[in-house]
């Protein structure tokens, strides 16, 4: 079944925002290393940003300065805010939760960054 739902997306003008919502519906959210990664048509899937579950993050060379990870334990939801919007930036964003040796990802919600 599906563990990961993503929501947030949509169409936005160059230099707009977002923010990109994920819940997990499994309470080892709580002790998961969560990530967003995306994937543009014709290209590989590449890491957007991720968060510890103690709250240490990394980020995509391409989104730093623009992008933040936040993640909130109490809702069992990962964030992505998004300034700053490119046209490189459209793509699928997907969720992924990564714990121990398990891994699982979202489905994906499209962002697409267009005038």
């Known amino acids: 079944q599906v563990q990961l739902v993503e929501s947030g997306g949509g169409l936005v003008q160059p230099g707009g925002s977002l923010r990109l919502s994920c819940v997990d519906s499994?309470?080892?959210?709580?002790?998961?290393?969560m990530g967003w990664y995306r994937q543009a048509p014709g290209n590989q899937r590449e890491l957007v940003a991720i968060?510890?579950?103690?709250?240490?993050?990394n980020y995509g060379d391409s989104v730093k300065g623009r992008f933040t990870i936040s993640r909130d334990n109490a809702k069992n939801t990962v964030y992505l805010q998004m300034n700053n919007l490119k046209p490189e930036d459209t793509a699928k964003y997907y969720c992924?939760?990564?714990?121990?040796?398990?891994?699982?990802w979202g489905q994906g919600t499209l962002v697409t960054v267009s005038s």
């Open positions: 992924n939760r990564k714990v121990f040796t398990e891994e699982a």
């Open positions: 968060i510890t579950k103690g709250g240490s993050t």
């Open positions: 499994r309470t080892i959210f709580r002790v998961s290393t």
